[in-house]
């Protein structure tokens, strides 16, 4: 069969993105390994699907998987992408979009000026939440990593995140730890790794290595998790500019039981056919 698909990204994290309201489709792991490969197959960071809603007060529902075939509770910089998309294909014209996603509902607003503003919930700390093997919640926790000691805060966006507080992100060692970290013991489900530099209270450099496609221009969930670790370790103040490697979001979060809104662009890049095995 051939299956329709748009590519589209969010400040370069890349995504192909299909649409199963109108069309059928059942894709298996190895499938989704081989479109994601920049080589061999279409290439992205994350397959995002479009699927009719269970929970009839829900607009849609939005399921995400990795570019190594494992799927995934919550997508940041694709929920921005998911609001356009469904937009631009006429699947619905409203403006602010509810979507049901395996890391519970998030809501989608499309702007005037073209950007989406996401609200992506409340930031939760409790290691049961990622999970992450700890006896207590605190803002730090120390985790051995191949013979050093390191600092890490921990917080669920829906989906498990490690931030990492380094000096530089030009000279972070993302691809020496991050590998090592996403698969830690303590990680049963494996974990995104962030590494944060504070620049100011209002401002931080991020690059993130997720889990399940490696280091990424940018990741939406890891922005929103820096800012809610460095905002509760004292380090930051609301709101905050996270600055990525594909460019930048603003993140809005009063704290408390608020819910954490992240704002930046969603682009188009070009449509497709592709014949499924
Ligand atoms: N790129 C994403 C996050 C995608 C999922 C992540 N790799 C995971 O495994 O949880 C974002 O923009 O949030």
């Known amino acids: 069969m051939l299956l329709h698909f748009t590519k589209m990204h969010g400040l370069g994290n890349d995504f192909m993105v299909v649409d199963l309201v109108t069309q059928r489709a059942r894709l298996r792991d190895e499938q989704i390994r081989q479109l994601a490969d920049r080589r061999f ?27 190594d075939g494992s799927e995934v509770e919550n997508c940041g910089n694709g929920a ?12 619905t014209h409203k403006r602010e979009i ?10 989608l607003v499309m702007r005037e000026d073209g950007q989406v503003t996401v609200d992506m919930g409340n930031p939760c700390f409790a290691p049961e939440a990622l999970p992450f093997d700890a006896a207590e919640d605190r803002p730090l926790h120390r985790l051995e990593v191949g013979g050093e000691t390191l600092e ?15 000096d530089s992100v030009d000279t972070a060692p993302v691809e020496r730890l991050g590998p090592m970290i996403e698969h830690h013991p303590r990680f049963p ?16 450099r991020l690059r993130v290595f997720e889990r399940g496609s490696g280091e990424t221009l940018a990741c939406g969930t ?25 460019g930048d979001l603003s993140i809005d979060w009063p704290g408390g039981d608020a819910p954490l809104l992240m704002t930046g662009p969603a682009e188009r890049v070009f449509e497709g056919r592709i014949a499924l095995a």
Do not use: K, W
Request: proline residues 7%.
């Open 189 to 204: 489900r494996r974990v995104n790794v962030g590494f944060m530099q504070v620049v100011s209270p209002h401002e931080i």
């Open 98 to 107: 509810h979507v049901e996603t395996a890391g519970g509902p998030l809501t």
């Open 222 to 246: 890891g922005a929103c998790a820096a800012v809610a670790s460095g905002m509760r370790q004292g380090l930051l103040e609301n709101p905050v500019t996270v600055h990525l490697r594909g």
């Open 152 to 166: 890490i805060g921990t917080v669920s966006m829906g989906n498990p995140h490690a931030v990492l507080r380094v």
């Open 80 to 91: 921005r992408c998911f609001a356009r998309f469904v937009r631009d294909q006429r699947l």
């Open 41 to 67: 197959g279409i290439g992205f960071d994350q397959l995002l699907v479009v699927e009719p809603p269970r929970d009839p007060d829900m607009d849609f529902r939005y399921r995400i998987y990795n570019a």
